[in-house]
């Protein structure tokens, strides 16, 4: 039973470059969270999706980010016109979405550098 | 919104002895706690959790204690071994499982052979 999948592992985008980050949640799961890694920070959460819905989008940037969730393949978070401070982790995770407290299980990340 | 803090941000102690890592919260309504751990290069793994209406939970060398009213939590590692060296997260979240969780900022946890 595949965890969750992220790819690419790593990216490297010169500025004003886009970035495509995919998730695949484990199967069976319909809830989708992005969360960002900074060296030495925690995680800090941008954004909430189910099947194509955005639940939550409190945490991401109001330009330039986005991200969906279609009824059909992975989640994608997109970053357009990467800059420097773009340069993170990115972590995506899923739950099956079924009512109470539920686990999160974590993908190993996708580490994006932008030059 | 909530707010996590977590306490040390570097933790060292010698193989055999007990870790123990703090973290407080704001949110009076948060009411699941779990705890990931994140070894280097891999994305973070829960390792225990615990809800608001249970003080105490233990899984064999690791246990998770929760204050609801000074709204602090700690984890607590025993009888530490070189694979328990990682990072650290605790985090909260006063949804019901399908609300994004606030992590603290990670506790880097070194164990001296």
């Known amino acids: 039973n595949a965890g969750v999948m992220q790819n690419p592992r790593h990216l490297v985008r010169r500025r004003g470059q886009e970035a495509r980050l995919r998730c695949s949640p484990m199967k069976g799961h319909s809830h989708v969270y992005w969360y960002r890694q900074l060296p030495e920070e925690g995680l800090k959460f941008m954004v909430y999706?189910?099947?194509?819905?955005?639940?939550?989008e409190s945490g991401m940037p109001k330009e330039r980010f986005s991200a969906e969730f279609p009824k059909e393949g992975p989640s994608i978070l997109r970053i357009q016109q990467v800059v420097r401070g773009d340069s993170a982790a990115y972590f995506c995770?899923?739950?099956?979405?079924?009512?109470?407290?539920?686990?999160?299980?974590f993908g190993e990340g996708s580490r994006l550098t932008v030059l | 919104g909530e707010n996590v803090e977590q306490h040390p941000s570097t933790l060292s102690v010698q193989e055999g002895d007990s870790a123990v890592i703090k973290c407080t919260y704001s949110d009076s309504a948060s009411n699941y706690f779990p705890w990931y751990k994140q070894e280097l290069g891999k994305g973070p793994q829960l390792i225990i959790d615990?809800?608001?209406?249970?003080g105490e939970k233990k899984d064999q060398r690791i246990a998770v204690t929760l204050n609801k009213t000074a709204k602090h939590f700690s984890l607590h590692i025993t009888e530490t071994q070189p694979e328990d060296s990682a990072v650290y997260f605790c985090?909260?979240?006063?949804?019901?499982?399908?609300?994004?969780?606030?992590f603290g900022k990670g506790t880097h946890l070194i164990i001296q052979p």
């Open positions: 615990i809800r608001s209406n249970v």
């Open positions: 995770a899923s739950s099956p979405g079924t009512s109470g407290f539920g686990e999160l299980f």
């Open positions: 999706l189910q099947k194509e819905n955005i639940i939550d």
């Open positions: 985090a909260s979240t006063s949804g019901g499982g399908a609300d994004g969780l606030t």
